[in-house]
C-alpha cells in the first residue's frame, strides 16, 4: 500500500498570506489528523478529522482550519499568516475503529516558511 | 500543551551499546506510542502500549509502562548507527478514545549512536 501522502512538501509564503495544504491517507483509513512541529514547542496536535467531520480540535487560533473530503483526504487552512507560523506540517492516517488505541501513520510533512 | 517530557535531551552512545529514554506524562491515558523521527522528517512509529500493559518487545525494543508512576521507558538493544534519530513518545488521554483520539507528544531525545 503507498504511504501518506502530502503536498506540497515545501512552501515559501509571505505575512498575511493564506496557505492550503493536502494530506491523502493510506487507503482504506478514514481518519486523518494534523499536527505542528516547531523547535520551540515541538509537536502540537492541530485538529482530527474522521467520516468527514471534526471530531477533535487542537488548542490554535480560529485561522487554522480543515476540512475531510468524502475519499477521506484532508486539506488544512491557514490564512493571514504570520511569521510563527512557519513549521512543519504533520499529517497522519488511522483506520479510525479502535478506539484511539491505533497506531497512526504520518506522511514527510510540509516544511512551510513564512517570511 | 506538551504531555510528555523524554530524558534525556540527548543521547550520544556507540555502536553496539544500548540505548535507553524515558518519558513521563501527566495524565491518565488510554494508550503509550513511541515514534522516532529522522532529521525532521515524518514520524515512524515504533511501538504501542495499553495502559494495561507492562511491557513489550519488537525486535531490538522493549517498552515498559508504569502507570502508577506515569512513566515509559524505551530500550534500544545493541544500537546501530541508523538508529540515529530523534526518538519521541506520545499519549492519548484517557478521556479521548474512539473517534477523537489525537496522540499529545513530549519533546523528544534526539538519540546519536557513533559507528
Excluded at chain 1, 509564503?13 to 514547542?41: A, D, E, F, M, N
Excluded at chain 1, 510563527?84 to 506540517?89: K, N
Amino acid at each position: 500500500k503507498a504511504g501518506v501522502t502530502q503536498t506540497p512538501r515545501y512552501l515559501i509564503k509571505t505575512r498575511g498570506q493564506q496557505v492550503t495544504l493536502s494530506c491523502s491517507p493510506i487507503s482504506g483509513h478514514r481518519s486523518v489528523s494534523w499536527y505542528q512541529q516547531t523547535p520551540g514547542q515541538g509537536l502540537q496536535f492541530l485538529f482530527k478529522y474522521f467520516s468527514e467531520t471534526q471530531r477533535n480540535k487542537g488548542n490554535f487560533p480560529g485561522r487554522f482550519s480543515g476540512r475531510q473530503f468524502s475519499n477521506s483526504r484532508s486539506e488544512m487552512n491557514v490564512s493571514t499568516l504570520e511569521l510563527g507560523d512557519s513549521a512543519l506540517y504533520l499529517c497522519a492516517s488511522s483506520l479510525g475503529t479502535s478506539g484511539g488505541a491505533e497506531t497512526q501513520y504520518f506522511g514527510p510533512g510540509t516544511r512551510l516558511l513564512v517570511l | 500543551s506538551q504531555q510528555g517530557e523524554e530524558d534525556p535531551q540527548a543521547l550520544s552512545i556507540q555502536e553496539g551499546e544500548n540505548a535507553t529514554m524515558n518519558c513521563s506524562y501527566k495524565t491518565s491515558i488510554n494508550n503509550l506510542q513511541w515514534y522516532r523521527q529522522n532529521s525532521g522528517r515524518g514520524l515512524v512509529h515504533l511501538i504501542l502500549i495499553r495502559s494495561n500493559e507492562r511491557e513489550k518487545h519488537s525486535g531490538r525494543l522493549r517498552v515498559t509502562l508504569d502507570t502508577s508512576k506515569k512513566s515509559s521507558s524505551l530500550l534500544i538493544t545493541a544500537s546501530r548507527a541508523a538508529d540515529t534519530a530523534s526518538y519521541f513518545c506520545a499519549t492519548v488521554p484517557m478521556n479521548y478514545g474512539g473517534s477523537q483520539g489525537n496522540l499529545i507528544f513530549g519533546k523528544g531525545t534526539k538519540l546519536s549512536v557513533k559507528p
